[in-house]
């Protein structure tokens, strides 16, 4: 079973994505309040977080935000909460009463063509060693 770090909220992303890992970056810069951590959807711990939640493997190809002993959210939503915490981003909840299935339509276009546009790594990405505490293992 994984322990999740107390008062923090997870987000499980593609490790070989360039935007996915440009976007771990920007979070990690703009997380002021210290509220995230993370998981590539490749790694072990990962998938034990899936399987634990019994999280819908259809959506493993977005981010994936947990909030431990609340839920868990995924595609437009799981990017709004997050926007909500970051400094210079918690303007992105004007999004938020946009109907679920257009916010998630413009998301899935864009996750369905991330690799084409902005490529993608042979392996998930390395942290630097000040940011190994933020990623789980």
């Not at 309040?33 to 977080?49: E, G, K, M, T």
């Not at 981010?63 to 995924?74: F, M, N, R, S």
């Not at 939503?77 to 909500?84: F, S």
Request: aromatic fraction near 12%; hydrophobic fraction near 40%.
């Amino acid at each position: 079973m994984v322990n999740f770090p107390e008062n923090k909220k997870i987000i499980l992303f593609d490790g070989v994505c360039n935007l996915c890992n440009k976007t771990v970056q920007t979070i990690i810069k703009n997380d002021k309040n210290d509220v995230f951590r993370f998981a590539p959807l490749q790694s072990d711990v990962a998938r034990q977080i899936i399987n634990e939640r019994g999280i819908d493997t259809a959506n493993l190809d977005t981010v994936i935000l947990i909030e431990p002993g609340v839920a868990y959210y995924h595609k437009s939503t799981a990017a709004i909460e997050i926007a909500k915490h970051l400094k210079g981003y918690s303007w992105m909840r004007i999004f938020k009463p946009l109907p679920e299935g257009f916010r998630d339509g413009i998301y899935s276009f864009i996750a369905d063509n991330r690799y084409k546009w902005f490529g993608k790594k042979e392996s998930c990405m390395v942290p630097t060693p000040e940011q190994q505490a933020l990623f789980l293992k």
